[in-house]
């Protein structure tokens, strides 16, 4: 099954609040960790990554942290917007899995209210 | 950059019938793969090549053929569409897999087989 999961399905924040979207892995043999958002109709955009011998990486309005301890990932975003509101996805990669290959969460989505 | 370009954006078929997905990438990429998206199913890996000349299958690969004549595109065809395969399709690809490089996705292709 997939070890890649989310805590909720769904969150709805209001607009200038701060987000937070959790993930679940179960593999420790997972090296790389990447974020998609994907808004509707359209394909999964690449917001962050981050690689298992970090703990926190930050982007534009956008902070990925990894504990490794409990297996568990997060997407912060700061003062979101009625355009955050997509479908988050983790995405994970077993280094020891055929040629690096990526398996997806089921998805939380984001509802921004104004 | 045009990035990842699937067409058609939608398709109808009967069962039976044989269509190809046209992909192309104009980033140089080497890895390039297709996935399939249902509803509650997350992201599944059909077919992915790591170079031209090069393919192989992901977790479902049944129904798909894909070759990779050029870096640039990687075409799924169905051989005889079912029902089954009513889905979203998206083609990815990376610079590699083989360097913690995230997949950039087209736009997605929506087929539904009556």
């Known amino acids: 099954g997939e070890s890649v999961g989310l805590h909720l399905p769904t969150l709805s924040v209001q607009e200038g609040d701060n987000s937070i979207i959790n993930c679940a892995y179960s593999?420790?043999?997972?090296?790389?960790f990447i974020w998609y958002k994907q808004e509707s109709g359209k394909g999964p955009q690449f917001i962050i990554d981050?690689?298992?011998?970090?703990d926190k990486r930050q982007g534009q309005r956008v902070t990925v942290l990894l504990n490794k301890t409990v297996k568990h990932l997060s997407l912060q975003i700061a003062a979101t917007q009625p355009g955050d509101s997509a479908v988050y996805f983790c995405?994970?990669?077993?280094?020891?899995?055929?040629?690096?290959?990526?398996?997806f969460g089921r998805g939380t989505q984001l509802t921004v209210w104004p | 950059n045009a990035g990842v370009t699937q067409t058609p954006k939608f398709q109808v078929l009967k069962t039976g019938q044989s269509m190809t997905l046209q992909c192309a990438q104009d980033m140089n990429h080497e890895y390039m793969s297709w996935y399939r998206q249902d509803p509650g199913m997350g992201l599944r890996l059909i077919h992915y090549?790591?170079?031209?000349?090069?393919?192989d299958q992901g977790e479902v690969p049944n129904g798909y053929n894909v070759s990779r004549s050029t870096t640039e595109d990687f075409p799924l065809r169905l051989l005889s569409a079912a029902p089954s395969q009513t889905s979203v399709y998206f083609c990815?690809?990376?610079?590699?897999?083989?360097?913690?490089?995230?997949?950039?996705f087209g736009n997605g292709t929506r087929l539904t087989v009556t």
């Open positions: 981050i690689r298992s011998n970090m």
């Open positions: 990815a690809s990376s610079q590699s897999f083989l360097n913690n490089s995230p997949l950039h």
């Open positions: 995405a994970e990669r077993d280094r020891g899995s055929t040629l690096g290959r990526l398996y």
């Open positions: 090549s790591v170079g031209a000349g090069i393919t």
């Open positions: 593999n420790s043999a997972s090296d790389y």
